[in-house]
């Protein structure tokens, strides 16, 4: 029954009841004045008014009702007709269907009373965690048969004895054209790949002409094989280079087939044994053609400062790399070398303070490689300073040993003294080191706008940028190498103080394990370089001795290994050591027989630490690079905060598996 609001009843009744009383007062007046004609003749209007005042009201009544129930009627035929949208209303406690118009009924295939019917029976996908509060939201993408929507909702409190507390209502739009034809631009959209032979020169050295086109030959063909059925557009730009445009849907294929090109470049081989190697920069997600041509650019420069022979995939935001499982192979050229000493001694005359700064927690590579600059700079007449932590360090002898030279004096300072100092017209030369967050002093870094970095490890996806001279060589035994190739070119042998040859000296044994690892002839070169300068191999042995704590400290952390897969040790502390132990325990651990990989995780302060060494096929660099380390193939690190040693263990070890599941796994030569 339609219970009127009585407020709103007395608004719609007319105004009778004051005319009666009138009447009836006026009739009293007369029949006090014993008028009694004028007040039965006043008596009778009022009892006629009263009469009609009735049946009027009855009448209005009926006609106020029927209006009521007729709009209600509309109302309801509007609301449960065919509207453009499903639509639906439930309770959120229960999800039971209170109410839903027939276009929802057609889409979930139904035609019988839904009412009190749980929602999850119809699209048990749906999941309504989404209305959290009163303000519409959107669900993710749902699928109902071969349509698609996007769910909109919200929760409402009707405030009603009739209805729940709270309400729920949902909106299904038909998203299915639309996000169709996003797909379709997403899928199509452009990728840019450059190839890059990587040894080109190597393999067409001192060949005839026609060995020369045969092994183009052999290469164009290896490339075809690997673009054929894409529907790209390859041409080939210079002779060791080529440019590859396809869309975007065929790179998932590309990297599930694990870029197989990089191994079967590998069956193109030239008559002295020599095996080509290939790089891929690949650009993808750019606004333009010409953006994704940058990012292609960027990422076959990333994959040759890796050392080459991998794929590297830069979107908008980061890179990915992949391959990398050849070892490096030395592009330096000594031209290339005099080159870059001659740069360097320019821009270091142009500069009004220089600051030479290596890694935190600095090794002797680092320091070597620092005073070895140090020696450019005073050559040009410019007085250096060091930024090196007194307190963190592994190079307490030698910073002894340097810093008694008069040449040295007031030379090493504290990065915060360095900023203070640093002007516009300031360089900054970083050694030992491509990323930012492993400088010695970050804000220092980040102050300055004329950077030179010269390193040998492996670029990691977060390197220093806008540098004005990158001496990067992944290829190059260590940091002390590259700067000894410099001093040839930049200064006379007498320039160089014998200490600081020492320094460098020590830098270059280090990082070789007394020249067992990562050796060419052209480490050896600068090794007797710096001995012609007046560095002492026996002093250089000495200061790599160890106490006797240090050493029995670096046995029990060999004990304490555990072997996987019979030939990866690990050894995983408890207490914290430094970082020097560490590192000596994991060459130690790689002496051992049929032991090709070695990892010490120890935790230091807040963070779990990693020493890695490899002499066998595994590389480490790229094993530690899914933990957020960096380093080259022999020797890596890392430093992961904000998890406990056994999440940091597990880690490694799924990091280890997936290194060898991609080196057993065959590639496949389809797309």
Not at 347 to 354: E, F, R
Not at 640 to 660: C, E, K, N, P, Q
Request: hydrophobic content about 45%; proline content about 3%.
């Amino acid at each position: 029954m339609l219970v009127l609001n009585k407020k709103l009843a007395r608004l719609l009744q007319p105004a009778l009841p004051v005319y009666l009383g009138i009447l009836v007062i006026c009739a009293a007046a007369a029949l006090f004045l014993e008028q009694h004609i004028l007040a039965a003749c006043e008596a009778g209007g009022a009892l006629v008014l009263l009469i009609f005042a009735l049946v009027n009201s009855r009448s209005r009544k009926r006609e106020l009702v029927r209006y009521i129930q007729s709009t209600t009627d509309a109302l309801d035929v509007a609301i449960r007709s065919d509207a453009p949208i499903a639509k639906v209303l439930l309770d959120p406690e229960t999800e039971e269907i209170l109410w839903a118009n027939g276009l929802f009924c057609k889409m979930v295939g139904v035609r019988e009373n839904l009412i009190s019917t749980p929602l999850t029976k119809f699209l048990p996908e749906l999941d309504l965690s989404f209305l959290r509060d009163e303000s519409v939201k959107t669900s993710p993408e749902l699928r109902i048969g071969t349509r698609r929507y996007h769910i909109y909702g919200n929760v409402v409190s009707p405030k009603s004895e009739m209805y729940p507390s709270r309400l729920a209502n949902l909106y299904f739009l038909d998203m299915t054209e639309y996000l169709t034809v996003k797909d379709e631009y997403a899928r199509s959209r452009p990728v840019v790949a450059i190839i890059l032979i990587d040894n080109y020169d190597e393999l067409t050295g001192n060949l005839s002409d026609n060995d020369v086109s045969g092994i183009n030959v052999a290469l164009n063909n290896a490339i075809r094989r690997w673009t054929e059925g894409t529907g790209g557009l390859l041409r080939k730009i210079e002779r060791n280079r080529y440019l590859f445009i396809f869309e975007s849907q065929v790179l998932p294929g590309m990297i599930e087939n694990k870029f197989f090109l990089l191994d079967d470049i590998r069956q193109v081989v030239n008559g002295s044994g020599v095996a080509a190697t290939v790089s891929l920069g690949i650009g993808k997600d750019g606004a333009s053609y010409e953006e994704a041509y940058n990012f292609a650019a960027l990422s076959i420069e990333m994959a040759l400062s890796r050392g080459g022979d991998q794929a590297v995939v830069k979107d908008r935001y980061n890179f990915n790399f992949y391959g990398a499982r050849a070892k490096e192979s030395s592009s330096r050229t000594k031209v290339k070398a005099r080159v870059m000493a001659g740069s360097l001694s320019e821009l270091i005359a142009q500069s009004s303070h220089i600051f030479i700064m290596g890694h935190s927690n600095a090794d002797l590579d680092a320091l070597g490689a620092a005073a070895g600059v140090q020696a450019i700079c005073r050559k040009r007449g410019k007085k250096a300073n060091i930024i090196v932590d007194y307190q963190q360090n592994a190079v307490q002898e030698m910073l002894t040993r340097l810093s008694a030279l008069p040449e040295y004096k007031d030379c090493f300072l504290s990065g915060e003294s360095a900023l203070i100092m640093a002007d516009a017209k300031s360089l900054l030369i970083v050694v030992d080191t491509n990323r930012p967050d492993q400088v010695e002093y970050r804000p220092l870094l980040n102050s300055m706008n004329r950077i030179v970095v010269i390193d040998h490890h492996r670029r990691a996806a977060d390197y220093i940028e806008q540098v004005v001279l990158n001496y990067h060589e992944p290829s190059a035994s260590s940091a002390s190498e590259l700067v000894a190739e410099l001093l040839q070119y930049a200064v006379d042998p007498g320039d160089v103080l014998p200490t600081e040859a020492m320094a460098l000296m020590a830098g270059l044994v280090l990082d070789t394990k007394h020249f067992s690892v990562r050796t060419s002839g052209r480490t050896f070169e600068a090794a007797a370089f710096l001995e012609r300068l007046g560095a002492d191999t026996v002093d250089v042995k000495k200061l790599l001795q160890s106490d006797f704590s240090t050493t029995v400290a670096r046995y029990q952390i060999v004990q304490k290994a555990r072997i996987y897969r019979n030939e990866i040790a690990i050894s995983v502390l408890d207490s914290e050591v430094s970082r020097v132990t560490a590192a000596q325990a994991s060459d130690e651990l790689v002496n051992i027989s049929n032991i090709s990989a070695s990892f010490v995780l120890y935790p230091a302060k807040d963070k779990i630490m990693i020493s890695a060494r490899s002499i066998g096929d595994a590389n480490v660099q790229v094993i530690l690079e899914f933990l957020g380390g960096g380093g080259n193939p022999a020797t890596a690190g890392a430093q992961i905060a904000g998890a406990d040693m056994g999440t940091v263990v597990d880690r490694l070890i799924a990091s280890i598996d997936h290194f060898y599941e991609e080196m057993s796994e065959k590639p496949t030569t389809t797309n």
